[in-house]
């Protein structure tokens, strides 16, 4: 049993819900330093931010900023360019939005058929809005996003290149390098879904070559409701807000306003000031863990399950193989079961797993499934928590098949 486990505070309750929580794709669970933080943050530091000039105003607002510095740090890059959003999904919205402004009918915005909702629909309502052709690059049977595919779908129309770093399906983690020297190539802009990467880090934003980087902060172990959008300097400067309202604007008449800098210009209303408080902790927390030694703990169990599975005859897993690049987010079809079916086998087994199409839609009508099951392991996972998902499968498969 690994020295993470006494870091969260889930498993030190008596009797946990979902004791073998391997639902870690859809939430991580939170880590002590950043619930700490978050209950300070909401007892001790509770004012709003960036206007009050009473002593618990200014703390809180040196906290909220506090934890900005934290994040940036983190992912390599400098404060003034993290923004505040709610998650990955408001963080994509807000880019993607920005970038229409500047977007001629015809130029075209390259994903690919494994992506997220959170990171095709925001694309997609730039096909109404400015004309833009949303080009999606086709996955083989197995789900694999091939290169060759996406280098022949990048052309020098190509105005933005938008993929997940890893996918939260099959957990295949993306070739950043080559998809950064097809997109350099044409002078698109790279943009990376981070929510399923981003702790698998440290994610060093500037080595990593990308223009713009989202992640959310309940997959983080961090707080929910609260996620970042990273972008470069020149390029958010360039960005028209999502939102408008109080705290983002530089002068207000009856009938005009102006927008202060990034990030203020994003931020508009009373920000989640506890839940990036939060964030701030959790990204803290992990720089000082050994991450190589995190990995591999990860790694070794997806090991174990991979092979695991590979025992069961009904049990087909999407895919990279054990020795892909990968992370631990495991994707299976169990032959003539439907998803939800397994997954409420497999909670009978205390196993938190999820069935379904993971807000993936396209994938699932490419691979022609309704859904699959999907287990995913955090640093807190057991070789225990592999074990009694193997023997709720195994019952899974003699109780559906
Ligand atoms: C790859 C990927 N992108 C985007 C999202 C959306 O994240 P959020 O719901 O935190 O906005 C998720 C969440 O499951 C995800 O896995």
Request: proline letters at 5%.
């Amino acid at each position: 049993m690994s020295d993470w486990r006494t870091w969260f505070p889930f498993l030190a309750e008596p009797q946990p819900l979902s004791p073998h929580y391997l639902d870690n794709a859809a939430t991580t669970q939170i880590v002590r330093p950043a619930l700490d933080a978050l209950i300070r943050a909401e007892v001790q530091l509770r004012a709003n931010v960036h206007r009050a000039v009473h002593a618990r105003g200014e703390a809180a607002t040196q906290a909220l900023e506090q934890a900005r510095t934290a994040i940036a740090a983190a992912f390599g890059v400098v404060a003034e360019e993290i923004i505040f959003t709610s998650g990955t999904t408001h963080a994509l919205n807000l880019l993607a939005n920005g970038l229409g402004a500047g977007l001629q009918p015809g130029d075209q915005v390259v994903v690919s058929a494994l992506e997220h909702h959170a990171n095709l629909l925001p694309w997609q309502q730039l096909v109404r809005t400015c004309g833009i052709r949303l080009v999606a690059v086709p996955v083989d049977g197995d789900g694999t996003l091939s290169l060759t595919a996406l280098a022949q779908a990048i052309t020098p129309r190509t105005r933005v290149v938008a993929l997940g770093h890893a996918s939260n399906v099959t957990g295949a983690v993306l070739d950043v390098a080559a998809v950064r020297a097809m997109s350099a190539a044409v002078g698109a802009k790279l943009v990376l879904d981070g929510a399923q990467m981003a702790r698998h880090g440290p994610v060093d934003l500037m080595a990593l070559g990308v223009d713009a980087y989202a992640c959310s902060g309940h997959k983080l172990f961090g707080p929910t409701g609260i996620g970042v959008l990273w972008a470069k300097a020149d390029l958010l400067a360039t960005l028209p807000p999502l939102l408008v309202g109080g705290s983002m604007i530089r002068q207000v008449t009856l009938d005009s306003a102006t927008w202060a800098d990034p990030p203020r210009r994003f931020e508009a209303g009373t920000p989640p000031i506890a839940a990036a408080i939060g964030l701030g902790a959790a990204l803290q927390w992990l720089a000082t863990q050994d991450h190589a030694a995190m990995l591999d703990h990860e790694a070794r169990l997806t090991q174990r399950l991979l092979e695991g599975l590979a025992q069961i005859s009904a049990v087909r897993v999407l895919g990279p193989g054990v020795n892909g690049a990968r992370i631990g987010v495991v994707s299976l079809e169990v032959a003539g079961a439907h998803p939800h079916d397994v997954c409420q086998i497999l909670d009978r087994h205390g196993v938190a797993a999820r069935g379904g199409h993971h807000c993936c839609q396209p994938l699932m009508a490419a691979l022609d499934l309704d859904g699959t099951t999907r287990l995913s392991t955090a640093p807190y996972t057991s070789q225990a928590d592999i074990d009694a998902a193997l023997t709720a499968i195994d019952d899974a498969v003699r109780t559906l098949t």
